[in-house]
C-alpha cells in the first residue's frame, strides 16, 4: 500500500506535536508538585506554629487559673479565722508570733494520706524563717519572706497507664494590715473595727512550661473585729 507522500509528512508532524504537547504538560505537572509541596510544607509548619502556641497558653492558663485559685483558697480561710488569731500572727512587735492556722489540700498525699492538712501560713514582716518551715527570703522587699509551696496542677500518664504528678512551685507573702500606732514607744492596739488583708503571690511552673515567675496580688477587707 502507498500512501502520498504529503500525507506521510503530515502523520509526522501532528505525532511530533503531540509529543512536544506531553513533554510539556509533564514539565509544567512537575514544577506544579514542587510548588504544590513548598505551599504544603509552609501551611504545615504555620499550623504545627499554632498548635504549640495554642498548647503554651493552654497550659499557661492551668498554671495561672490554679495559682489564682491557691490564692483565693487562702485568702477565703484568714476572712473565715477568729480574729484573735489573726490579730497575734500578725503584731508587728512580736519577732515569734504564731502563723495564721491554715489548711490546705494534700493532693500529693505528701507523708500522709489525709486530704486536708494543716498548712499554716506566716505573716509580714519577717526577717527570718521560723525552725522547720519552708520559707525564703523576698529579694523585691528587704527583711520580708515567702511562704513557698509546692502545687500539683496536673498528671501525666504514660502509655503503661503510669501517672505522675505536674507541679508548680508557689511563694506566698500575707500582709495584715491595722491602724498600729505607737505611744511612748508602745505599741498601741487599734481601735478601729477592720483589718486590710493582702496576698502576694508568685509561681513558676516546675517542667510543665518554660516561663519566668508570674505573680499577681489579693486584697480584701475584714470589717467584722468587734473589740479590737
Known sequence: MHFPAHRISAQVSVRSRVANSTRRVRGFTLMELMIGMFVFTLLALGVTAGVLQSRRLAQLNVLRNTAWTVAQGYMEQIMSINPADIEAASEPWVTNRPPLPTEAVNALLTNTTAIEVSDPLYTSPRATAPTGTNMTARTDVPGDMWNVRQ????LNTNSSGVSTPVTMNMWLDVNISRAWTQLNGVWQVPTTPYMLIKIDFQFQSNGYL????????LRMARTDIPGF
Not at 502545687?151 to 496536673?154: L, S
Not at 518554660?210 to 496580688?217: E, I, M, P
Open 151 to 154: 502545687i500539683m496542677v496536673d
Open 210 to 217: 518554660a516561663v519566668g515567675k508570674l505573680g499577681g496580688t
